[in-house]
């Protein structure tokens, strides 16, 4: 292989930040934060918003983990739309009689 190419394959902790799951795995991964393991080490840390421990098909609940409102903005953008479509059809129908 040629010296340089490829990154630095290391340990790093990599924690769940709606269920407070954290696991040490190897990887890739660029991060500015580290975290203290269990063994004493220090390791870098990547945030995860979901994983195996949150993830309603390996929990078999269902959490709804809605991260910065996205689903709250989604309804805001889009309540319009669906009004002026509901007019629409209701205009088309009655100029259909």
């Given at each position: 292989?040629?010296?340089?190419l490829h990154?630095?394959?290391?340990?790093v902790?990599?924690?769940?930040?709606?269920s407070?799951?954290?696991f040490?795995?190897r990887?890739?991964?660029?991060?500015?934060?580290?975290?203290?393991?269990?063994?004493g080490?220090t390791?870098?840390?990547a945030?995860?918003?979901i994983s195996?421990?949150?993830?309603?098909f390996?929990t078999g609940?269902?959490i709804?983990?809605?991260s910065?409102?996205r689903v709250e903005?989604?309804r805001?953008?889009?309540?319009k739309?669906?009004?002026?479509t509901?007019?629409k059809a209701?205009?088309?129908?009655a100029?259909?009689?």
């Open positions: 292989m040629k010296p340089d990154p630095e394959y290391r340990l902790v990599y924690q769940d930040t709606s407070d799951f954290a040490l795995t990887s890739t991964i660029e991060t500015d934060e580290t975290i203290e393991w269990e063994d080490n390791y870098p840390l945030k995860l918003e195996s421990a949150s993830h309603p390996y609940k269902q709804l983990v809605d910065g409102g903005r989604f805001r953008r889009y309540a739309v669906g009004v002026d509901e007019r209701e205009g088309s129908a100029a259909d009689k």
